[in-house]
């Protein structure tokens, strides 16, 4: 049994919640034209980035050798929380300081990448107290939890919603058990809030198993999904096609280079067309990312401090 290969570095202390983060300041503007990206075929390469210890830029330091395209097509802010609220008894949006730090400097942590062409998503992720996406205790927490997010892309300015069903530990609080309703209610609900914006599954927990209710299938609803556990080749098992889907799931620097190799070279045979990477740094990184760039665009991979 693989385990996911992540370093959860949590900062409680003088956190913000979302509600007073989303009281401050004015609502961003989406004023991020992308210049028109070098031309690049092949599958959709995503880099999770851990903010409590690197910088968004990393993901826009990769080019190709060959042609100069981003080597990564999406940046993942790792990661917003879902905490419990007692007041509401469910679950409300958080920002530890570093993420609230990445977004309130959206000019120069998020803006830089959008304008090469990448796209830059928010995972959410569970903290421990009880609060989870599979939990909600109705349906309209769930659809209040999706405003909270979809107002943060707005505000922020950012391309869209990643969701990680992890570390919730569900019945903290006194909270319940997950049910089969909660996530339907929460997907539906955000994929109306934001009908052109990015939502991609991190498919694991119990989130995950639970993408039917009432007769609705929000497999859908998604963008993207992807395999959780490094090193490893998987197929999500939601009803996306292969386009949309990440079988292969690396940690840039800890899995070796001959794996993701063989995994990039996989998902070019079998005709998948998403490639996930994680844990980005700022170390140059382009031994490691060239590859998996091989075999997925023919070419390898340059760093530009």
Do not use: C
Not at 11 to 37: K, N
Not at 47 to 60: C, P, Q
């Amino acid at each position: 049994m693989f385990t996911p290969v992540r370093s959860r570095v949590r900062t409680a202390a003088l956190a913000l919640s979302v509600i007073a983060a989303l009281a401050l300041g004015a609502t961003a503007t989406t004023d991020a034209t992308a210049a028109p990206a070098a031309a690049k075929q092949g599958p959709t390469s995503v880099a999770y980035v851990e903010v409590n210890n690197n910088s968004m830029l990393n993901v826009g330091k990769y080019t190709l050798s060959n042609g100069g395209a981003n080597v990564f097509d999406i940046a993942v802010i790792f990661a917003a929380n879902i905490n419990y609220d007692a007041g509401t008894k469910a679950g409300t949006l958080y920002f530890n300081p570093n993420v609230q730090s990445v977004l309130d400097n959206a000019a120069t942590q998020i803006r830089p990448l959008q304008q090469k062409g990448i796209k830059v998503v928010l995972s959410v992720l569970g903290n421990h107290q009880g609060s989870g996406f599979a939990n909600f205790p109705s349906q309209q927490a769930a659809s209040t939890f999706a405003k909270q997010l979809s107002d943060t892309v707005t505000k922020y300015g950012l391309d869209g919603i990643d969701f990680d069903d992890e570390y919730a530990d569900y019945g903290n609080n006194g909270t319940s058990q997950p049910n089969a309703s909660s996530f339907v209610y929460l997907v539906s609900a955000l994929r109306a809030d934001m009908p052109t914006k990015i939502i991609s599954l991190y498919n694991i927990g119990p989130a995950a198993s639970r993408l039917s209710y009432g007769g609705v299938d929000v497999s859908s609803k998604f963008d993207y999904a992807w395999n959780p556990y490094y090193g490893t080749w998987q197929v999500p098992g939601i009803a996306l096609p292969k386009s949309k889907l990440s079988p292969a799931a690396v940690e840039i620097g800890g899995t070796s280079q001959s794996t993701a190799a063989a995994l990039a070279s996989r998902t070019v045979s079998e005709g998948y067309g998403v490639y996930l990477t994680y844990n980005l740094d700022g170390a140059d990184r382009s031994a490691d990312v060239s590859a998996f760039t091989r075999q997925l665009y023919g070419s390898d991979a340059h760093y530009t401090p």
